[in-house]
């Protein structure tokens, strides 16, 4: 497993505003006396971090300890850290007989300096040590730690020649990595960033899926059952028409439609803050944008139409006295009741409080904690202010209401990106290209990715050779993001796109590492395929597989069925039952499966198929005999009990046919129906 990182969310959005707050201070990157500056120059963070740069605030790395470990591989642990900052760094630097000259680097925000077990077993299977630091925002301190490995690695292995770099980092690692490639040359020589995201991706994406619960949550299952293996390929029967304007609507943004049949978690109904944790940032930046919203055309919050009233219907702007304060030994408040309570058809976790003094015209502050509103009772939370708790007492009033939260979830509809090249947005333009909706004053995602990236541009001019891997299942980083990037990069490198650019769809994967659910495939194994191909590429001048072959059409990614046809490396399934995507039988009858499978031309072999033939993830591994390119399979089974079942063949294909490794194992899925009556 590369990465079990999730997309920059829930928790984590607070750490991203402080990871944006701080970049957005740090100081500037200066160049070395020899390209005609002063080492403390500082100039435009726009500057090309080179070789021969000096950071100002990196400059001074001491190694801190050396230490010569056994596990997961024979391997020398280097750590160490930047004088002056918090900023550290390890070294992880396979035996002598393994390394062949290059460097695997992780990037992500909000990791740490510690490199997974199985990252740290992988470089060294590839002749690669790791690097790894602790990250924020942008990637000066990954490029000061990759410069400074290659001195460290030159000592311990005795090396003269050139020791080779690669980048890579998923969801906010694909910010990190994308500001590496455009805003370095000669740092790292390749790069793989994955499950990637564009300026347009944060607080968007998340507030869209957020919209999407809001109207469609009911209709969710029929969606659904209209998407999976037999279903009617219908998502929209059965909606009305505001329903299907919805559903329209956030399809063409590039919410997958396939991705339905996981409504629970396309919608956030596990996610503790319901996809809008982004909306303390929101409010950061654009504080006046509730008002608006709430008062102003142009807005759903006024707008006369069935969504309109649906939100305005749907509003909590309640006041409520304390009827009695509840305090603990410590004389603390612990919970407060209430005299009156509002109708609540939104989640709870959607509501904010604040404690105005015993009039209600001053207020006291905001409180966080839970709200019954059947038993009238408020419950207290943790870390909230003392002088509000403090001023808690019975007579004092508690608003209660939603009006933040329900504004977000059509955010996106006021930040229209400027640049017209995001054709996803292309719905809230008028036939001049002027935005429908008013917009805010600015698009608060260029900021949030500018300062996450590093100050990337997203100009498509890199520095590096890339292979880009994109799911198309990822309702975090939508599957379009990658043919926009890749247009900006055709646009930048003219004829030279070819030389120096891939993009890798993967079918059956969405977000998270490992699959969240047996209905799709573990991701890692094309990523490191992806990892080795770029570096041949550099290394060696051997070209990788040619990108994947897709269309985008209304906001979706549609690949061709057949692997000659689709290309990547991504092995291709297809299965039927009784020759069809769904079949009705009765209980105790045998039916065939069929399973063909094909991996595209020179990218691997078939070394491992697995039958789960309820659908449940109980997956069991069958012999076909020597790996191959190509592999047909037909088997029977016997289903004894009534039910619906989703019946799967995964696979396996591996680049040499090697069926022992553990590394560069790249998986897919071919699902069907049956009904047992």
Do not use: C
Not at 232 to 256: F, H, I, R
Not at 343 to 369: C, E
Not at 425 to 447: H, S, V
Not at 542 to 560: F, H, I, L, M
Request: proline content about 5%.
């Amino acid at each position: 497993m590369i990465s079990s990182r999730k997309i920059i969310r829930k928790a984590a959005a607070g750490a991203l505003a402080m990871v944006m707050l701080s970049s957005m201070l740090m100081p500037s990157i200066g160049t070395s006396a020899a390209e005609g500056s002063t080492a403390s120059s500082n100039v435009s963070t726009s500057t090309l971090i080179t070789p021969n740069s000096v950071d100002p605030l990196y400059n001074n790395p001491v190694i801190d300890s050396e230490t010569d470990l056994t596990t997961p591989v024979p391997h020398r642990k280097v750590m160490g850290h930047f004088e002056g900052t918090d900023k550290k760094f390890t070294f992880y630097f396979p035996a002598k007989s393994k390394f062949t000259g290059r460097f695997y680097q992780l990037v992500y925000p909000l990791q740490d300096e510690n490199a997974t077990n199985v990252n740290v077993s992988f470089g060294a299977d590839s002749g690669a040590y790791t690097v790894q630091t602790n990250g924020g925002g942008g990637y000066r301190v990954d490029a000061a730690a990759a410069q400074f490995s290659r001195t460290v690695a030159a000592k311990y292995y005795g090396w003269s020649g050139r020791i080779y770099g690669y980048i890579y980092g998923g969801s906010g690692g694909s910010f990190q990595t994308i500001g590496a490639l455009e805003g370095s040359e000669g740092v790292w020589d390749g790069a793989v960033p994955y499950i990637t995201g564009v300026p347009t991706s944060i607080p968007n994406n998340f507030f869209i899926r957020a919209f999407a619960r809001f109207v469609l949550e009911k209709k969710a299952q029929q969606i659904a059952d209209a998407v999976r293996p037999g279903g009617s390929g219908n998502p929209y029967a059965g909606l009305n028409d505001m329903e299907k304007a919805v559903l329209q609507e956030v399809t063409k943004l590039g919410v997958p439609l396939r991705a339905w049949e996981d409504y629970n978690y396309l919608l956030g109904l596990h996610d503790a803050e319901g996809l809008l944790g982004f909306l303390v940032a929101l409010r950061g930046m654009d504080p006046t944008y509730v008002e608006d919203f709430w008062n102003k055309p142009g807005y759903l919050g006024t707008e006369q139409s069935a969504l309109g009233e649906l939100f305005r219907s749907s509003k909590v702007d309640y006041f409520s006295t304390v009827t009695q304060v509840t305090r603990d030994a410590h004389n603390v408040a612990t919970s407060l009741s209430l005299d009156q309570a509002p109708a609540i058809t939104t989640p709870t976790y959607w509501l904010d409080y604040t404690l105005l003094k015993d009039d209600g015209t001053a207020v006291v502050g905001k409180l966080s904690g839970s709200f019954d509103a059947k038993t009238k009772v408020f419950t207290i939370g943790k870390g909230n202010p003392e002088n509000v708790l403090s001023a808690i007492n019975t007579g004092a009033k508690l608003k209660i209401d939603n009006r933040w939260y329900l504004a977000a979830l059509s955010y996106h509809r006021h930040q229209v990106p400027k640049a017209q090249s995001y054709t996803a947005w292309e719905q809230f333009r008028t036939a001049d290209g002027t935005p429908i909706y008013p917009q805010r004053a600015m698009e608060i995602g260029r900021l949030i990715t500018r300062s996450v990236s590093g100050g990337a541009a997203y100009n498509g001019n890199i520095h590096a050779k890339v292979i880009m891997v994109v799911n198309l299942f990822d309702m975090d980083a939508y599957p379009w993001n990658a043919d926009w990037y890749s247009a900006r990069v055709k646009e930048a490198l003219g004829n030279r796109f070819d030389d120096n650019f891939r993009v890798w769809y993967n079918d059956n994967a969405d977000h998270i590492s490992p699959a969240r659910t047996p209905r799709l495939v573990q991701y890692d194994g094309i990523l490191q395929q992806a990892l080795r191909d770029v570096s041949a590429w550099v290394e060696k001048g051997a070209a990788p597989a040619r990108s994947t072959k897709y269309e985008v059409v209304d906001g979706q990614v549609k690949v061709p069925e057949k692997a000659t046809e689709r290309q990547g490396i991504q092995p291709v399934v297809n299965l039927t039952v009784n020759s069809a995507a769904k079949i009705e039988v009765k209980a105790g009858q045998t039916v065939t499966f069929i399973a063909r499978i094909q991996v595209p031309q020179g990218s691997g072999k078939i070394v491992a198929t697995e039958w789960d033939f309820t659908g449940t993830g109980d997956f069991k591994a069958w012999k076909f005999g020597a790996p191959r390119q190509t592999v047909n399979i037909s088997m029977k089974f016997k289903y004894t009990k009534p039910g619906t079942y989703y019946p799967a063949i995964r696979v396996t294909s591996q680049r040499e046919g090697d069926t022992e490794t553990a590394f560069a194992q790249i998986q897919n899925l071919g699902r069907a129906r049956v009904v047992v009556h």
